[in-house]
């Protein structure tokens, strides 16, 4: 069966210091992942997306960026972070020609930046 | 394009009464839809999908919802609630366009609180 793993679970980082979050899936291969964060009372937003090693979509024009340096691996990453990225960030993946196909999510990293 | 309403931002019910969380959608092309529910601090879980096959859709721990598409609903329901069940419920509609973030779109999501 396949897993999805977030770590770290919870992160308190000082505004402009770094971050990295990773995501790696397991049983399947070729997976579609994503990033989503999402926000106190507020719903998900998308921020990445990608269909395969090295490809990576961006939604949302933010000081974040990502990788996908490995087919089942998925890294999250800021030189600066910002108040405003705080957040509960989840990553995802699918299957599919489309990605429009069923997402299973992993359990979330809280990021609370100060 | 595609949108979804999730008509209430808190339901509350009683442990053992049932459940109703209200999903209407907006949708050009046959939409797949789904339901998720988030415990606290937790991802998010699939609770049940639609996918142009039967109308009443089943899913996980008791849950079912039915697509009406004259109505453009998805409406989740339980018939009794376990205390258990409180958590975010999100409804998520998308469409086989061809390719696109845009293809996938989440309703602002409904607090269940389930009084003892």
């Known amino acids: 069966s396949q897993t999805i793993h977030q770590w770290p679970a919870t992160l308190v980082q000082p505004v402009g210091s770094p971050l990295s979050l990773e995501c790696t899936v397991e049983g399947t291969s070729n997976p579609n992942l994503y990033w989503y964060r999402q926000a106190a009372g507020r719903g998900l937003q998308l921020l990445f997306y990608s269909v395969g090693i090295g490809q990576i979509s961006s939604e949302v024009p933010q000081n974040l960026s990502a990788s996908r340096p490995q087919d089942r691996q998925f890294i999250l990453s800021s030189k600066k972070l910002l108040l405003s990225d705080s957040g509960f960030y989840l990553c995802?993946?699918?299957?599919?020609?489309?990605?429009?196909?069923?997402?299973?999510f992993g359990p979330g990293t809280r990021l609370t930046v100060l | 394009a595609q949108s979804v309403t999730q008509l209430d931002s808190h339901v509350s019910v009683s442990e053992g009464t049932p459940v109703l969380l209200r999903c209407n959608y907006s949708s050009s092309y046959s939409p797949s839809l789904f339901w998720y529910v988030q415990h606290p601090n937790k991802g998010l879980q699939l609770l049940l999908k639609y996918t142009s096959a039967a109308t009443l859709v089943k899913g996980i721990n008791g849950f079912e919802a039915e697509f009406k598409k004259s109505e453009t609903s998805f409406h989740l329901t339980k018939p009794s609630a376990h205390m258990s069940d409180a958590a975010e419920y999100f409804c998520v509609v998308s469409e086989r366009t061809g390719g696109g973030a845009d293809g996938l779109t989440f309703g602002k999501g409904t607090h269940l609180i389930i009084q003892p």
């Open positions: 995802a993946w699918s299957v599919g020609q489309f990605i429009t196909d069923t997402q299973y």
